[in-house]
């Protein structure tokens, strides 16, 4: 049996052999299908999420890596009462997907430089975002969402609480 948060939320998993990767984990026993396989390899950047606030590839984690442990996935990245995360509404709003299929992925790993950097420069970014592909060639409307989301006035309050916004709402 392996215990952690997901998303703010205890999860118990039972009889799943330890090096079972998280990503399956994720998306077969807690249905959060917003994590995607990719590659398999962790060289696509699709199936990020954060560990502690640190951006990962879940489908090179084990389970057994993540006991006790603080997962985000891209569905607790908005606020528990629906409020998007200011880069998701920067997504929405620099028309960021077409596919669609690294975008979770892409988010995940952009709010993660956004913590660490409040206003990150060009470079900043293509160097956080350069695990990340994507097979449509988004690169500059993604580098416009996060700049876009880094100067919000909401952005400030998401990106300094990170992580840690969705476990309060769900403890309150």
Partial sequence: MTRFIANGKSCEVKGLDPATPLLWVLRENL???????????????????????????????????????????????????????????????????????????????????????KNPSDADIDSAMSGNICRCGTYLRIRAAIHSAAESPSGATAVALGDEASTIASEA
């Fill in 31 to 117: 249905g959060l299908v917003g994590v995607k396989f990719g590659c398999g390899i962790g060289q696509c950047g699709a199936c990020t999420v954060h560990l502690n606030g640190n951006p990962v590839r879940s489908c090179l984690l084990p389970l057994s890596a993540v006991a006790d442990q603080k997962i985000t996935t891209i569905e607790g990245l908005a606020s528990p009462d629906g409020t998007l995360h200011p880069l998701q509404q920067a997504w929405i709003d620099h028309d960021v997907p077409q596919c669609g299929y690294c975008q979770a992925g892409q988010l995940m790993s952009a709010a993660a430089l956004l913590k660490q950097k």
